[in-house]
C-alpha cells in the first residue's frame, strides 16, 4: 500500500507537494543541467565542494548509497548536507519497491499462462500479469465488465482480460500496424479457446487529442467503427452520456506516453460511464506544458510548479538498472564520459552545437577507443571526419576523470523519484479534486519495469 492511499487527504497531498518543491526549487540547478556538458561547461565546479570531495572518494558500489535507501555502504564520513539531501529524497519520494521481487525462468515470466506469453517480451508479460490482477479487481469493486484501454498498442494486456479474466475490451491505438497485429493475436487465441469465448473485443484506431471532450470522442470512436463489420461496435453505444446507461467502463492505460494520460484523466473526470481508472505512465518529457503538466488546481495556482523538459525526461530514468551497473563497476559506466568528452569535440567542430538532447546512442562504447567512438557520432551527425591530434590527446585525459562524471551523474539520478513522484501527486491531487477515491501504488518489480507506479480511481 502507498503512503497516499484511498482516504488520504487533499491537503496532505498539497502539503506533501510543497514539500518536493522545496527540494526541486533548491537543485532545480542539478536537475537542469546535461551530464553531456561535463566538461565544456565544468559542471563539477557547480557542485559543493565537501561534497564532491566525498563522492569523488567513493568506491563506485558506495555511491549506490544515494540512489537506495535500504543500503548504506559507504567508506567515509559524508558532509550533513549531503546526508540531507539523500534523507529527504527518500522520505519524500513515492516508495517504488513491491514487497516481492520478480523472478523470471529461462527468460519467461511463468506465473503468465503460456497462451498469453506468445509475442510478449519477458518484461511485459511480468507487467500485464500484474496489471491484469489490478484491473479485474478495480472493474469488480466499481460493477463494470468493460474496459476501453487507450494507446493498448498490441493489446497485450487486453487480450489478458478479455480471455483470462472475461470482461470486453475496446482498444484505442494511434498506429495502425498495432491494430492489425490486434486482429491477428486475437484469433490465434481464440483459436486455441476454440468455443470457449465469450467476450466483446474491438479494436479503434484514433489518436486521442489533448482537447478531446467526452461527447466528441464518443462520436469520433462510433464514426471509425461504424464501417467496421466488427461485431462489437454496439459496445460504444453504451459510452453515449445521452442514452441510457446499462454499461459502466474502466478506463486502462499501460505506459501511456506524454499527453494520453493527462487527456484520459481529463476524459474520466468528464464522462458518466467511466467508472474505473487504471493507468501507468511513461515518458513524462512528451508532456505538453500548457495542457498536461500541472493537472491539478493546487499546482496550477503556483507560479513556480514548472518543470523542465530535462527534468521530466530525469524523471524517466532507470534508476534501478544503474544501481546493478555500480554494484558491478561495470565498464559502461564510462559511457557519459565519452559523451561529454566527445561534446567538446562538436562544439569545436560547430560552436552553435547545442543540442545536447540528441540521443547519439552508440553500442558498447567503452569496448573502443575514443577516436573509433567519435568517427561513428561525427558521421551520425553528418559532421567532418576527422580529430586534431590536440582533441585526441586531451580525450585521453579526459576519459581519465570517468569516474567524476559517473558522481555527478548519480547525484543527479539520486533526485529523479522526487520529479516523478510530484508528477503523480499532481494527477492523484487531479482526481481527489473532483472528489473521486483514488490513490497511487507500485505494481511492477522497479528493476524490471522502471515506470511502475498505477494510479487508481473508482467512482463509487
Ligand atoms: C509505450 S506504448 C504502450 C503500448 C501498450 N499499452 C503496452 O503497454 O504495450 C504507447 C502507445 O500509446 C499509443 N498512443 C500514444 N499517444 C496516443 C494518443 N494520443 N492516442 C492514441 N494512442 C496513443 C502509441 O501509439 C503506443 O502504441
Aim: hydrophobic fraction near 35%; charge should be positive.
Amino acid at each position: 500500500m502507498s503512503e497516499f492511499h484511498s482516504d488520504s487527504k487533499i491537503v496532505d497531498i498539497e502539503q506533501h507537494l510543497q514539500k518536493l518543491y522545496i527540494l526541486i526549487n533548491k537543485f532545480r540547478w542539478l536537475i537542469d543541467i546535461y551530464i553531456s556538458d561535463f566538461f565544456t561547461e565544468k559542471l563539477c565546479e557547480r557542485v559543493n565542494k565537501s561534497w564532491w570531495a566525498t563522492l569523488t572518494s567513493l568506491k563506485s558500489e558506495e555511491l549506490l548509497s544515494l540512489l537506495s535507501d535500504g543500503q548504506w555502504k559507504s567508506s567515509k564520513v559524508w558532509p550533513l548536507g549531503l546526508l540531507a539531501y539523500r534523507r529527504a529524497i527518500h522520505s519524500l519520494s513515492l516508495k517504488r519497491y513491491i514487497p516481492e521481487s520478480v523472478k523470471f525462468k529461462d527468460g519467461q515470466y511463468l506465473n503468465l499462462n503460456q497462451i498469453f506469453r506468445k509475442h510478449v517480451k519477458p518484461k511485459k508479460q511480468h507487467e500485464i500479469h500484474s496489471a491484469a490482477k489490478l484491473i479485474n479487481d478495480i472493474s469488480q469493486n466499481v460493477g463494470s465488465n468493460s474496459l476501453i484501454d487507450f494507446g493498448g498498442g498490441q493489446g497485450h494486456l487486453s487480450r489478458l482480460l478479455s480471455y483470462q479474466y472475461g470482461l470486453n475490451a475496446i482498444t484505442i491505438d494511434a498506429c495502425s500496424d498495432h491494430q492489425v497485429k490486434n486482429e491477428i493475436f486475437d484469433r490465434e487465441i481464440e483459436r486455441v479457446l476454440r468455443n470457449d469465448v465469450n467476450v466483446q473485443r474491438c479494436h479503434v484506431i484514433e489518436t486521442i487529442q489533448t482537447d478531446t471532450i467526452p461527447n466528441q470522442f464518443i462520436d469520433k470512436i462510433n464514426q471509425t467503427t461504424i464501417n467496421q463489420k466488427d461485431k462489437n461496435h454496439q459496445l460504444l453505444k453504451n459510452l453515449d452520456q445521452n442514452e441510457q446507461l446499462d454499461k459502466k467502463f474502466t478506463f486502462i492505460t499501460l505506459h501511456g506516453c506524454g499527453n494520453l494520460i493527462p487527456t484520459i484523466l481529463r476524459l474520466y473526470s468528464n464522462c458518466t460511464s467511466a467508472v474505473g481508472l487504471v493507468n501507468v505512465s511513461c515518458c513524462y518529457m512528451k508532456m505538453d506544458e500548457l495542457t498536461s503538466f500541472p493537472l491539478s488546481s493546487f499546482l496550477r495556482s503556483k507560479s513556480d510548479s514548472n518543470l523542465s523538459w530535462e527534468a521530466k525526461e530525469l524523471a524517466c530514468h532507470f534508476i534501478d538498472s544503474y544501481m546493478e551497473k555500480l554494484m558491478e563497476n561495470h565498464p559502461n559506466l564510462k559511457s557519459h564520459c565519452y559523451r561529454a568528452a566527445m561534446q567538446e569535440v562538436l562544439k569545436e567542430k560547430d560552436e552553435t552545437f547545442c543540442n545536447s538532447t540528441i540521443k547519439l546512442k552508440v553500442k558498447n562504447i567503452y569496448e573502443m577507443n575514443f577516436t573509433t567512438y567519435a568517427e561513428k557520432v561525427l558521421e551520425k551527425l553528418k559532421f567532418s571526419p576527422g580529430l586534431t591530434e590536440y582533441q585526441e590527446e586531451r580525450s585521453k585525459e579526459r576519459l581519465l576523470k570517468w569516474f567524476d562524471v559517473v558522481v555527478l551523474y548519480v547525484l543527479r539520478l539520486a533526485i529523479a523519484p522526487v520529479i516523478e513522484s510530484v508528477i503523480l501527486l499532481d494527477r492523484l491531487l487531479f482526481l481527489k479534486e473532483q472528489g473521486f477515491k483514488s490513490y497511487i501504488q507500485p505494481i511492477f518489480d522497479p528493476s524490471v519495469s522502471p515506470r511502475n507506479f498505477a494510479l487508481i480511481s473508482e467512482k463509487i
